[in-house]
């Protein structure tokens, strides 16, 4: 067994286990690049296949909306019931035949997920349009759909038909014959050769494969058996569901450790640190399957009886992701403000106020732009983000920061377009969202505030005092011997008696009442109540 050495690396995958979540954190330079949470009790609905049922079409949305098992219905558009156009891929032989799939391999589709691969057959040759859908799917019928985003916020998941399952170096097309390679993958040479490599796999008929990115410059032999592990595994689909009844689960994306192993794992990863001994054989097992010796040599075991993040100083790193505001090398800062319709990223100059030289400018823009690339992967926030930066003269330096942030996001595993700053300063971008955000996983909507983040100050709440005092004071000024006592928190007695006690004693006074003012902690802020001293009953 190999245990944790201390040496620090470049880049390292640090994993934590415990009993009801598991974390995952790369590191680079001791500096926090991505971070990932999962929860024991909530299943995997990313990327999850299942056969679900339409309960009703809306044409109004042209969107169809499907049972599959969820609290909320999934949402299925109607261009997502299409035959897809798959934005990752590039047909290996676009302008010739396709490719002829090779002898010898039996099709490991069996009697449940044939029907479907029929369907979608005669689905793809019959060049259907989205005027088609409501004909050929009825109300009540069973389809089988792949989760491609997850509940966010009041809507349920979203779904499609296409259907891909992605390994360590490809992506199996179960119902689409495409072979293709990945777009990221932009050497000449290096796509020449992946499309030998996947011309010659042995591909099922029916059967279509993508080479993913991280398969560049891998030899032919990672790719055939990343082959035979998908295809085993799109076998156990039929195992499980002998006699399916919509709607039910087909197949379950894999835990985090299973999904960093396979996604974020590459050449530059010099150390994978984990906490956990079952964990630690599971992963060496699981790469020297996939990825050869060399990648499981670099798996340590953890076994310090300091937690693992804190020793790596990362769980005070994941702190400051929740804060507001991020800090800038320069003295600058961004401030992040998450609303329901877009994502606000404002940069402000901080120290280097009053210094409104270009090169100072440009420095904190560029500065902002590294810091917003990675707050948003930190985050896992996404949809519209609009970001405004510090205003700049020159062209020259609005192409520079269009370009910083065009560079740094194609290290995002997250599809994002942006385009260029405009005439307003504001640079608008789309990343994509397939998961609620960190702070959403994390944090529930405060039950005072309903997710304001604000309270009422001191000042407006002793108004509220005094005109509820006023108002109850009115209605009994003709009882003798009227007392009240007002019950608040402390911070706002400490108002009442300082600034304010001069209005409370014209109060009495006008009214002849007595009047009490207690502190009790256990009320919220903007909580008080007016109380008879002697029954307790709650003045209304």
Request: with cysteine.
């Amino acid at each position: 067994m190999k245990l944790f050495r201390p040496a620090k690396k470049a880049k390292m995958l640090v994993i934590n286990c415990e009993k009801l979540e598991t974390r995952v954190a790369l590191m680079n330079q001791g500096r926090l690049e991505e971070y990932q949470i999962e929860r024991k009790e909530e299943k995997q609905l990313v990327n999850s296949v299942y056969l679900g049922k339409i309960t009703h079409l809306q044409d109004s949305l042209q969107a169809a909306f499907v049972d599959i098992g969820t609290e909320k219905n999934a949402f299925l558009h109607y261009k997502d019931m299409l035959p897809a156009t798959y934005d990752m891929i590039e047909k290996v032989k676009s302008d010739g035949p396709r490719r002829q799939h090779q002898q010898g391999r039996k099709n490991p589709l069996g009697n449940f997920t044939k029907r479907f691969a029929e369907l979608e057959k005669k689905r793809r040759n019959s060049r259907i349009r989205v005027e088609d859908i409501p004909r050929l799917f009825n109300q009540g019928s069973e389809i089988l759909v792949q989760v491609t985003k997850g509940p966010i916020g009041t809507k349920g998941p979203r779904v499609s038909t296409n259907i891909s399952i992605p390994g360590r170096y490809l992506v199996l097309l179960p119902f689409s014959d495409h072979i293709g390679l990945s777009k990221k993958i932009e050497d000449p040479a290096e796509r020449q050769r992946l499309r030998k490599i996947m011309n010659d796999l042995e591909i099922p008929e029916g059967m279509g494969c993508i080479c993913r990115t991280v398969g560049e410059d891998r030899k032919d032999i990672f790719f055939k058996h990343d082959l035979d592990l998908l295809l085993e595994l799109w076998q156990r689909v039929e195992h499980i569901q002998k006699n399916p009844k919509a709607p039910c689960i087909v197949y379950e994306e894999p835990s985090l450790i299973l999904r960093t192993m396979r996604d974020f794992l590459t050449e530059e990863i010099d150390e994978i640190v984990v906490d956990d001994e079952h964990e630690y054989t599971y992963i060496r097992d699981f790469l020297a399957k996939i990825a050869g010796s060399e990648m499981v040599g670099k798996v340590t075991l953890y076994k310090k009886p300091t937690p693992v993040f804190e020793h790596f100083g990362i769980e005070k790193q994941i702190s400051e992701v929740f804060h507001r505001q991020s800090r800038l090398p320069s003295g600058g800062y961004i401030c992040i403000d998450e609303t329901e319709a877009l994502i606000a990223i404002d940069v402000n100059s901080g120290s280097t106020k009053g210094k409104k030289q270009p090169e100072i400018i440009l420095k904190t823009n560029l500065e902002a732009a590294n810091e917003i690339a990675r707050q948003l992967r930190l985050r896992n926030i996404g949809g519209l983000v609009v970001i405004d930066f510090i205003d700049m003269d020159h062209a020259r330096d609005r192409e520079a920061v269009y370009r910083q942030m065009k560079s740094l996001v194609r290290e995002d595993s997250a599809k994002t377009n942006i385009l260029p700053i405009s005439k307003f300063g504001l640079m608008e971008m789309t990343r994509q969202r397939e998961h609620e955000s960190l702070s959403d996983a994390v944090y529930d909507a405060c039950p005072y505030c309903q997710g304001g983040g604000k309270v009422k100050s001191a000042l407006s709440m002793s108004v509220e005092i005094q005109r509820s005092l006023q108002e109850i004071l009115r209605k009994h000024k003709s009882e003798r011997g009227l007392a009240i006592k007002v019950m608040m928190h402390p911070s706002i007695l400490a108002r009442l008696k300082n600034e304010d006690a001069a209005h409370l004693t014209d109060m009495e006074d006008k009214y002849g009442k007595q009047l009490s003012f207690r502190a009790d902690p256990a009320l919220h802020l903007e909580e008080f109540k007016l109380l008879d001293p002697v029954t307790g009953v709650e003045y209304k």
